[in-house]
């Protein structure tokens, strides 16, 4: 059999969970029970919960994996069931996606169960056992956390302007600096949250993540009392800009603040004034504008141009302060360049290298993944040789196996030669679909009488995006 191993390790779990250990634990049992395990098929997730199996990508890799045809392998193996989820539903919901469509079966290498219905019970078992484990971890971690919050201990990532030093909040001096010119300059009204942004990043501030500043990011900063010695903790999660969440604690910490209370309370002023002078305005859904909506990508920070006023697109991030180049320009000015370019490119028959399809993707993966089955296939003979050779099979049990190992490597060969046809006939007239395809989409696109969002789903057809210089005055194309 061809076999699987799914490694999973939380950051709480002692060193017999280690991806180490389960792989070696696994690599044992697949010896003694005849499962060749590829390295392809080793999938590992570090430092993840097995509460929710979307926020494991190597899980979700592997079951992506699982679902194609052929079946890339008959089981998979973990180091006990909690490693392939320790929710009941993902358990049901993935197991048996596994078996009635793949039919792929799950084995827990130290929870051994027989195929009979008394397992069935047992394996339930097993599942709301590691289920439970999980919610009362939660629950006692929340508690812990909700007290170390209450004495003003702070359980988070150092935010701007300070530093971890041995398990203790410390100013970091320069950026300190950075956070009183902010707040002096906000206090006295001299520059807004965009100004502030944009001034950072021209100075070469970059945020704790390593990010440009952005006028959300001056607000947060604005808005955390971290700034005047205190602490907030949220229970239920982050805070998303609800600064006056009623489930946040704000306690006294033990860490030096780097403003006074009365120069917060002053950018807490500024900060309500602004919002009663400026609401936020209202999202509704106005429908599309231009049908480059989502396309055009400024030049400078890579950011996309969105709708501004009076039919002109701007880059977004100019907008939040964090990319110091205007790109205003009149989404019908790159209307017509764009269709010209479009125009330009079917008439003149512009020299293009025609790249695979979706669907004959899948035709070169199953490609590879024929050609390793033919070799394995040569291991596997060299096997029953040597068994023969060993005295271990007849020489009967020897015929019938090289006999059903030459028929599958006969079917095999057939299945890879039918593909090499298909992707040798499929490749002929590629360049001229090509050319077609720009053609019919640059008549669509010039008829006044179809709907905005049906040129807008068309041109994303074709183009993958369109990059503006604005200060060289050009346009990059890229064509999917």
């Known amino acids: 059999m061809y076999g699987a191993c799914y490694i999973r390790v939380s950051t709480e779990e002692q060193t017999e969970f280690s991806p180490d250990a389960q792989i070696r634990a696994l690599r044992e049992y697949a010896d003694k029970n ?27 890799k592997m079951i992506v994996k699982a679902k194609s045809k052929p079946r890339p392998f008959d089981v998979i193996l973990v180091h006990k069931f909690d490693r392939f989820a320790r ?30 219905k008394i397992s069935v019970i047992l394996e339930a078992m097993l599942e709301a056992m590691a289920e439970y484990y999980s919610l009362n971890l ?41 956070i009183r010119f902010m707040f002096n300059k906000f206090a006295e009204k001299e520059m807004g949250l965009k100004r502030l942004a944009m001034y950072l990043n021209s100075v070469g501030v970059r ?67 602004n919002k009663e002078t400026y609401p936020p305005r209202s ?30 697109m701007q880059c977004g991030y100019y ?3 964090a990319c110091n180049i205007s790109h205003s320009v009149r989404a019908s000015v790159l209307e017509n360049l764009i269709l010209e370019q479009i125009r330009e490119s079917y008439k003149s028959r512009l020299d293009i290298a025609v790249v695979p399809k979706t669907c004959d993707m899948s035709a070169y993966n199953q490609l590879d993944f024929l050609n390793e089955r033919i070799k394995k296939l040569g291991a596997k003979e060299q096997r029953i040789k040597e068994a023969y050779q060993d005295g271990i099979d ?34 002929g007239n590629a360049s001229e679909i090509v050319y077609k395809s720009m053609e019919n989409v640059y008549t669509l696109l010039t008829d006044e009488a179809v709907e905005l969002e049906i040129k807008h789903k068309t041109v994303c057809f074709l183009i993958r995006q369109v990059v503006f210089d604005k200060p060289e005055k050009s346009l990059f194309i890229e064509f999917k």
């Open 138 to 178: 939660a629950e006692e971690v929340v508690k812990g956390m909700t007290e170390k919050a209450l004495r003003g201990e702070f359980q988070s990532s150092p935010p701007f302007g300070y530093r971890m030093i041995d398990k203790k909040l410390t100013i970091h001096p320069q950026e300190a600096e950075h």
């Open 34 to 60: 005849d499962i060749v395990i590829s390295n392809n098929h080793i999938y590992i997730d570090e430092g993840k919960s097995g509460r929710k199996a979307e926020k494991r990508p190597a899980f979700m």
């Open 283 to 312: 999202h509704y859904n106005a429908g599309l504008s231009t049908w480059l909506k989502g396309l055009v990508r400024c030049n400078a920070c890579k950011g996309t141009l969105i709708n501004s006023t009076q039919g002109y």
């Open 394 to 427: 007849t020489k009967e049990e020897y015929r019938e196996n090289k006999q059903g190992l030459d028929a599958e490597r006969k079917a095999l060969q057939k299945e890879l030669k039918d593909i090499e046809n298909y992707l040798l006939n499929s490749e």
């Open 207 to 273: 945020t704790r993540h390593g990010n440009p500043f952005e006028n959300r990011t001056v607000e947060y900063i604005f808005n955390n009392p971290i700034y005047i010695g205190k602490v907030r903790w949220t229970p239920t999660g982050r805070t998303r800009r609800n600064y006056k969440n009623p489930d946040s604690i704000i306690s006294q910490g033990t860490h030096e603040p780097i403003i006074n209370i009365e120069l917060w309370e002053r950018v807490q002023e500024v900060l309500a004034l």
């Open 87 to 116: 929710s009941r539903e993902d358990s049901v919901v993935y197991k048996s996606l596994l078996k009635k469509e793949a039919g792929i079966k799950v084995i827990s290498i130290t929870e051994r169960i027989e195929d009979d």
């Open 319 to 321: 907008s939040k302060g």
